[in-house]
């Protein structure tokens, strides 16, 4: 689907983006070359033009545009924000993605490493993982593939041990646990995530507290009403009074600055609202709130032509 | 918390210089009585009577490089005795230069060893010091230790040696058990202070358990603080009820996560002149409702707390019982409950008085917003991860340490875990918070840049050096270049400890922090691309520094030897893991000056070069 996705999301769209590039070097390109300055909007754009990369004559033999890829990635790492190639060009004797073989080959590495770090959210991968691989230019091959490993590093983050592992000691104890589940009913909350745009930190629902679609759209306006005054206004915290917060409304029916969406289990993405709410709760994944001016017309459209067609 | 026992963490205090570097003048002890004159050793009586009043122990070390007379004079009267880095000096020196002392604090181990960098068995053994302090020090009163490795034998020690022994605080020490603990509770008749905090007891099974508590005497106790959260072990809860029942003097207490409510209910009323509670797991014992009502009288009752911690398996729904205190509250450690910001918000927001706090990041950055406009006089916070690995979730981000930042303007202290961070709420800090002395910034996932920009993290602590005057302690993480660490050197000259980590691009970085910072005095690094040539750049000045760990960096054993060979009285410790096979690579060097030469002492996967 296409949405715009938000520069300041976090690190993971970068390496998120080097994957879906297949297409889209020569779209990005072009619009860099318009705009001139911005080199960072990078991501933004190239999602809105994926879909129309894919249909796009092309000249030269069907390999070659992999390797044309690949080249125009070793020279988008330049300014790039993984920072391994960064730490890595300057230093020089550590291995970089890329340098020295063949692109096409390393390029599918990389491709199968990325995605192998996507899958398991680790973070950006570090030459320094273990002191003895780092800078052994013969160790190339081996780091790279140590970094999809993703070993975890000894004393680090720097807690001390006893404040590991308090998300299972700090819970309540067993046997109050079984008494709570004895007087309430059992009940299993249904949490899913929830991510606005702008904010950095997905908060967490349970479908199972709501019964509408309005009883939820309450809910997530009150969920991130604060942290969105926080970020518009930081001047806000200042002052003793309360500021009058904005409500969001209109999450429902487009006409709101925000709009919610939800993914199903196949990742699409879907205006919340459509189906029934049980069918809705059966099926969703994952919920997002996202400008509403930056949900393409077409799909908005094609939403609402469904609505239609539902009501009738 | 450590407030205090200020003297364990030095950021409080100007300068901090320990036993100072200077020549061994003699003549301390022996040069007491027959060799001087009598008039000359009237005035230095009367100097004594003089410098009595001098606590300071920097203060103390000027006065002592004045000339001889007054060095002995000042040895005479030194009741406190700090020695950093317990293998700076050997104990039989200090014993002999310092007569009259009462109270003695040692550091041992370096501090990452706290992180499982330094292998079990390294050193920093308390027994060699209590050898040599024994027979000299029949008056001693104190002893406080911090990464220190002491024995239950030790602990016998102590009690049998000492007779006026008042106060035993260990802090992140390892060693001893259940057994030593009885054995003080039970011989040391005048004891005060007994706190037990954040140290690794050795383990024991069940039935080697030995109930300590109940080897208290009979009799009224002077106990002024109780701390053993940190002990993991039962102990017989009528015991210690009946104990704090019998110490009028009591105030403060904090018990492990055995004591349940209905039980820290009943502590709390046989003390309602408790000023520091550590509340235990704060959660119910047994069924019902009615401990919640009883729970609140008993805060109500405790009119004197200012500190409270402990949650350690806290129910939310008796949180509210708190919230009586909470105006009066200075210090609150929430950083073992596991509470979200919905529940973290109606205590924080009661919290006006507030000074130091510590909490998980499951406060999220709409509960630091609920801080940063409660909590107007803040001096400390540290939000601790719930989850600390790499690729957690992260609840904090910038946006909390921006509301911090602009709700508490007399902020002194912070350490903040989190998983994504701006330069720019960063610059903000530094310049919304002047007052910073210790800035621990703690991005979790390695080499991670602004998170909106996708620049190197630079800016941002290049602003706290600039702008935050009195800094003399910091942390940095995140994707960091030379760029920072030419900042830290350039505009960081208070700066005392600073840690390193994954940060960096060359040997430049290091050099511009050994060459700028002339104040340095702890330097810690990881995992960071320093190699010889750079380490040979502080040559100048490690002799200024109580030491220097760097691992998994780029240094070799000639490199090491070096700069060993030019500094004779330097230290220079490697320490292996087993993990590498290259004998020439160093994975882990420790140095440090000393006035005694390579220790005896040094287990065998220490090389002393």
């Known amino acids: ?172 104890c067993v046997e109050s646990q079984n008494r709570r589940s004895e007087n309430e009913s059992e009940k299993k909350g249904l949490f899913v995530k929830i991510n606005m745009d702008g904010i950095p930190i997905g908060r967490k629902v349970d479908l199972k507290a709501y019964d509408s679609y309005e009883k939820l759209s309450q809910a997530v306006d009150e969920l991130f009403r604060d942290l969105l005054a926080a970020q518009s206004d930081p001047l806000a915290t200042g002052t003793a009074e309360v500021k009058e917060k904005q409500v969001i409304t209109g999450l429902l029916d487009g006409s709101g600055e925000y709009t919610l969406v939800y993914e199903d289990e196949e990742g699409d993405r879907m205006l919340v609202g459509d189906v029934p709410w049980n069918m809705f709760v059966s099926t969703v994944k994952r919920l997002r709130v996202l400008r509403t001016s930056d949900l393409s017309a077409s799909f908005l459209r094609k939403v609402s032509r469904k609505r239609a067609a539902n009501e009738c | 918390m450590r407030e205090e026992a200020s003297e364990m963490s030095e950021d409080e205090e100007a300068g901090g210089a320990k036993e100072r570097w200077a020549p061994d003048l003699g003549g301390g002890g022996e040069g007491g009585g027959s060799a001087v004159p009598f008039s000359d050793r009237v005035l230095e009586i009367v100097l004594e009577n003089v410098l009595q009043f001098l606590t300071s122990r920097r203060d103390r070390n000027a006065a002592s490089l004045v000339c001889r007379s007054w060095y002995r004079a000042e040895a005479q009267t030194r009741r406190d005795l700090f020695i950093g880095n317990c293998y700076a000096v050997a104990p039989r020196r200090a014993t002999e230069r310092f007569r009259g002392v009462r109270s003695i604090v040692l550091k041992g181990k370096p501090r990452f060893a706290d992180f499982s960098l330094v292998p079990y068995g390294w050193g920093a053994h308390f027994s060699s010091w209590l050898f040599a302090m024994a027979p000299v020090y029949p008056w001693l009163e104190r002893i406080c230790l911090k990464r220190m490795t002491i024995a239950d034998d030790d602990l016998s020690r102590i009690a049998h040696s000492f007779p006026l022994f008042k106060d035993l605080t260990l802090i992140c020490c390892d060693g001893f058990s259940t057994v030593g603990l009885a054995i003080i509770a039970d011989k040391c008749r005048h004891l005060r202070v007994l706190d037990l905090i954040e140290d690794y007891l050795e383990d024991e099974d069940d039935d080697e358990v030995v109930d300590w508590i109940s080897r208290f005497p009979e009799t009224t106790t002077s106990l002024e603080s109780l701390v053993f959260d940190c002990v993991a072990g039962a102990f017989n809860f009528e015991a210690l009820e009946a104990l704090v029942a019998r110490s009028p003097g009591l105030r403060r207490l904090r018990v492990n996560h055995h004591v349940t409510l209905e039980q820290l209910r009943r502590l709390m009323a046989r003390a309602p002149q408790l000023t520091h509670l550590g509340t235990g797991a704060f959660r119910s014992g047994s069924v019902g409702a009615e401990a919640e009502l009883d729970l609140t009288s008993s805060f109500a009752a405790s009119k004197s707390l200012v500190c409270l911690s402990g949650f350690r398996e806290v129910e939310p729904e008796y949180l509210p019982a708190i919230y009586l205190v909470c105006a009066n509250l200075t210090s609150l450690n929430f950083s073992f409950a596991n509470l979200t910001a919905e529940e973290l918000k109606p205590v924080i927001q009661h919290c006006r008085n507030l000074r130091t706090f510590w909490v998980l990041d499951t406060v999220g950055d709409e509960g630091l917003l609920a801080v940063s406009q409660a909590c107007r006089d803040l001096r400390e916070l540290r939000v601790f991860p719930l989850d600390a690995t790499e690729d957690s979730e992260g609840s904090v981000s910038d946006i909390g340490l921006q509301a911090i930042s602009e709700g508490c303007r007399k902020l002194q202290s912070i350490l903040y875990f989190c998983q994504q961070m701006t330069n720019a709420a960063v610059i903000a800090m530094s310049k919304n918070c002047p007052d910073l002395v210790v800035f621990r910034l703690c991005i979790m996932g390695r080499h991670r840049p602004d998170r909106i920009t996708g620049e190197p993290m630079d800016e941002g602590f290049g602003a706290i050096v600039m702008n935050c005057k009195k800094l003399t302690r910091l942390s940095v993480s995140g994707l960091l270049t030379d760029k920072a660490l030419a900042y830290i050197g350039k505009y960081g000259k208070l700066v005392r400890t600073l840690s390193v980590a994954f940060a960096g691009n060359s040997d430049l970085g290091l050099r511009y922090v050994l060459e700028g910072c002339s104040g340095l005095q702890k330097l810690e690094i990881r995992d960071s691309p320093f190699s010889d040539s750079a380490l040979l750049c502080g040559v100048h000045h490690y002799y200024n520094m109580r030491f220097l760990w760097m691992n998994s960096c780029k240094l070799s054993m000639r490199g090491c030897k070096d700069v060993a060979e030019r500094l004779p009285n330097l230290i220079v410790e490697v320490i292996t893991d087993g993990t590498t096979n290259d004998a020439e690579e160093v994975e882990r060097l420790y140095m440090y000056r000393s006035l005694e030469g390579p220790r005896n002492d040094a287990p065998p996967f220490v090389k002393i070069l």
């Open chain 1, 1 to 172: 689907m296409e949405q715009g996705f938000r520069k300041g999301q976090g690190k993971c769209p970068q390496l998120l983006d080097l994957i879906r590039n297949h297409g889209d070097w020569r779209g990005k390109e072009k619009r860099v070359v318009k705009n001139g300055v911005e080199v960072e909007e990078e991501e933004e754009e190239e999602e809105e033009e994926e879909e129309e990369e894919k249909l796009e004559l092309r000249l030269g033999p069907p390999g070659k545009e992999e390797y044309w890829v690949a080249e125009r990635k070793e020279k988008r790492e330049e300014p790039s924000l993984l920072s391994l190639s960064k730490v890595a060009k300057s230093n020089g004797s550590i291995p970089c993605f890329g340098s020295k073989r063949g692109f096409l080959q390393d390029f599918q590495q990389q491709q199968q490493q990325q995605q192998s770090h996507e899958r398991k959210g680790s973070g950006p991968p570090t030459a320094h993982a273990s002191a003895s691989a780092s800078g052994k230019a013969a160790g190339a091959n081996n780091s790279s593939q140590r970094r999809t490993a993703a070993a975890p590093i000894v004393g680090w983050p720097p807690v001390r041990s006893f404040r590991k592992n308090l998300a299972s000691t700090s819970k309540p």
